[in-house]
């Protein structure tokens, strides 16, 4: 998905107004998308755009330092008094144009996340048939509205400084629910692999399940992993 091209600000024309369109038309369209529980793409491409717009804001800044000339002492204040070169009408409306969209970037972020974090409570997350103390990998079940087990297999994090998004779940395979199913799965499990942890997670709410529930089960599962 890629809403609002990575290129937006550099890319021609550089006229303030049609960018200022552009920028909007796409806040509105991540804002319906959030609507819906597209979350997961969204958070990517907003949190992209963002490090862009911080990346700019930053390179501006090094570039006005080197290019400002020291005129002269103001000897009432102790301050230095630096004057700069004119900025081209470009640079202006690109300087104006990436300060409108980092508010609302960081606005939509927040709104986003604040979705997220709704959407987290009602995920729950049980070891069963019990919690193991000591396991390195493991199996995450998911129950979804379709009734059906979708299950994954997982390594353990390791290192505290991990990404959740760098976090792999491998697919195994799907079956319809049952709970005699999930029974006999699980101690299939128990028997044959002893070591492995397994899973299960159940969903209060109906979500999308690629844009939105299995991202935020992930996350989850990757902090109670690493949190215990």
């Not at 024309?13 to 969204?42: C, G, M, W």
């Not at 230095?80 to 606005?107: C, H, Q, T, W």
């Not at 629910?177 to 499990?189: A, N």
């Not at 028997?191 to 979500?207: G, Q, S, Y």
Request: glycine share 2%.
């Amino acid at each position: 998905m890629e809403i609002l091209n990575k290129k937006w600000l550099d890319s021609e024309p550089h006229d303030y107004e049609f960018k200022r369109y552009t920028l909007l038309a796409a806040i509105n369209k991540y804002e319906s998308l959030i609507k819906q529980n597209i979350l997961a793409p969204v958070l990517e491409e907003i949190e992209i755009h963002l490090e862009n717009l911080y990346k700019f804001q930053h390179q501006k800044d090094l570039l006005d330092d080197k290019m400002k000339v020291l005129v002269g002492i103001d000897i009432d204040n102790m301050q230095l008094e630096y004057e700069y070169p004119e900025n081209s009408g470009d640079m202006e409306d690109m300087v104006r144009i990436a300060n409108d969209a980092v508010y609302l970037f960081e606005k939509l972020y927040k709104s986003l996340r604040e979705r997220w974090r709704e959407h987290e409570k009602a995920i729950h997350l049980t070891h069963i048939p019990e919690k193991k103390l000591v396991f390195d990998s493991g199996y995450f079940i998911l129950i979804d509205y379709n009734n059906k087990l979708i299950i994954y297999s997982f390594d353990k994090p390791k290192a505290m400084h991990d990404n959740w998004k760098k976090f792999k779940l491998t697919y195994v395979e799907t079956l319809d629910f049952s709970m005699k199913r999930l029974t006999e799965y699980v101690t299939q499990i128990g028997t044959n692999e002893p070591d492995k942890a397994v899973i299960r997670c159940d969903f209060e709410t109906i979500l999308p399940f690629e844009d939105c529930a299995l991202p935020i089960s992930k996350f989850a599962l990757f902090h109670k992993l690493k949190h215990g």
